[in-house]
């Protein structure tokens, strides 16, 4: 991104700074709430934290890190779908320690991505949570992965912090290419890196931040927190614009894709995207019945990204969902490189 690229305030230096600031502004408002089934109405095991109870976790987080490492360091983050993963992000980012999103792992699989990852970053620890842990089986794992220190976050004790102080110079957090072809690279993102790409992108869709007292902005994503357009776009950017995430398990949509359109028509949601995979998807996957049920009028930045994009399959999704009120010009293709 342009270095010069503009910032609505100058005076930000971090996305640490962000998310203390939106504690301090609006420590009251929902700022993530996890659907783990389905995000239908009535559905039970919904989690809610707010903005200063997301800052509680990430502030006993980095407390614990400090313990462990200096920033600079890196941690390897591995987290199933929830909230953990955010508090762990935000926990490093206040300890200066670059957070490294992993795959989440298969139960009793070998993990060659999450090997090849730790080899690479010599990760001073490893956050998770204590299920994770016990599904890992550690003792059975080769020595990368086995030998570094792993915290589960869900044990931490509240500390308040004072954040490490960063600036738009200093790295973020390490982001690790796909792998499909080589072995995953790391590419290290600044704060300013990510502080201007995430004002770029507000631009482009054309999205205000929340001010005080007036409407809040609401996002709906189901993309894994490892994932760089659900990391992006379902987590830093809601939270940029100051706005609140409704978030589902991917298995969720890949079982149930209409899962995915249901909470967005639920909660009026006005911002949500994904890959152009999962728009053919639910045009094939739901029946006219279901589409008349919901209501997507208020869905006005639909992005669509990640992938090679079809003309054909949005097309065939704003046919199918326009007597539920979707509406072509919705649609933002992007494309980005990892």
């Not at 992000?89 to 070998?110: E, H, N, Q, S, W």
């Amino acid at each position: 991104m342009p270095s010069d690229a503009p910032l609505p305030d100058d005076s930000l230096r971090s996305v640490a700074e962000l998310l203390r600031r939106r504690a301090d502004e609006r420590p009251d408002q929902r700022a993530f709430v996890f659907l783990p089934e389905a995000g239908q109405r009535g559905a039970t095991g919904e989690v809610v934290w707010t903005y200063a109870e997301l800052n509680r976790r990430a502030s006993a987080i980095a407390a614990a890190l400090s313990r462990r490492a200096a920033p600079g360091d890196r941690a390897v983050l591995v987290f199933p779908p929830g909230l953990d993963f955010i508090a762990a992000f935000f926990g490093c980012l206040y300890a200066g320690v670059l957070p490294v999103p992993a795959t989440y792992p298969k139960p009793r699989r070998p993990l060659p991505r999450l090997d090849a990852i730790v080899a690479d970053c010599s990760p001073k620890v490893a956050l998770t949570t204590t299920e994770t842990l016990g599904m890992l089986q550690l003792a059975r794992q080769a020595p990368p992965v086995r030998d570094v220190e792993w915290v589960a976050v869900d044990r931490c004790d509240d500390a308040p912090f004072k954040l490490v102080d960063r600036n738009a110079a200093d790295p973020a957090f390490l982001q690790y290419t796909s792998g499909s072809t080589s072995q995953p690279r790391g590419v290290i993102v600044t704060h300013g890196n990510l502080l201007h790409n995430l004002e770029l992108i507000r631009d482009g869709f054309g999205l205000e931040t929340a001010s005080s007292g007036g409407a809040v902005p609401t996002a709906v994503f189901w993309l894994p927190a490892y994932h760089d357009m659900g990391l992006i776009g379902g987590i830093l950017m809601p939270l940029f614009i100051g706005g609140t995430s409704y978030l589902l398990a991917p298995a969720t949509f890949l079982q149930r894709p209409i899962a995915w359109l249901e909470t967005i028509a639920r909660t009026g949601a006005t911002i949500s995207g994904a890959p152009n995979f999962a728009y053919d998807l639910c045009t094939r996957k739901t029946t006219p019945e279901q589409r008349a049920a919901l209501n997507l009028s208020r869905w006005s930045t639909a992005f669509c990204g990640a992938e090679p994009i079809d003309a054909r399959t949005l097309n065939d999704f704003a046919g199918a969902f326009a007597p539920a009120g979707f509406r072509s010009k919705a649609f933002y293709p992007c494309y980005g490189l990892a």
